[in-house]
């Protein structure tokens, strides 16, 4: 087993625990797979948190959840917040922050990955639009945000 999968694998472990010991068993689950690997259809909700960026194929994940969702069915994608424009991402200590951890860490993830298209952290809300419209996604809007993130809604 590859030493980067068992930190997940313990997780959906503690995850299924907690949802038995609160009689959620039989209606949550908790599984680990690539984005493009879920073999399961008709989702009335996707979620991922933190982790478009740094996939090295997102349109290819992009493509793959809308065809796993139902026809009215929701992805919920919580991004890193950045602006379209560098200078927008250099503009306070936070942005500065994740545009050097993007260069740093998730640019070379995402490169080391199949594809290898390098979104980064600081892909901003335009380019993130233009991955989910690219996939199938008919409507996409920022449903919140915080002072860290931002929370994309994309529907078929």
Known sequence: MRSDVKPLLDKCARLRAHA??????????F?????KAISERDFDLATMYDCLHDMGDPRGSAKHVRSILKPDA??????????DKLGDNVANPVSRLYYNASTMI???TSMAQEVGEALGAQAGEAKLTDVLKGAGFSRVRRATEGPFNMVLEARP
């Open 31 to 35: 599984e680990t797979a690539t984005a």
């Open 74 to 83: 929701s992805w919920m994608i919580v991004e890193p917040i950045a602006g």
């Open 106 to 108: 998730c640019v070379p």
């Open 20 to 29: 038995k010991a609160h009689g959620l068993a039989d209606r949550v689950r």
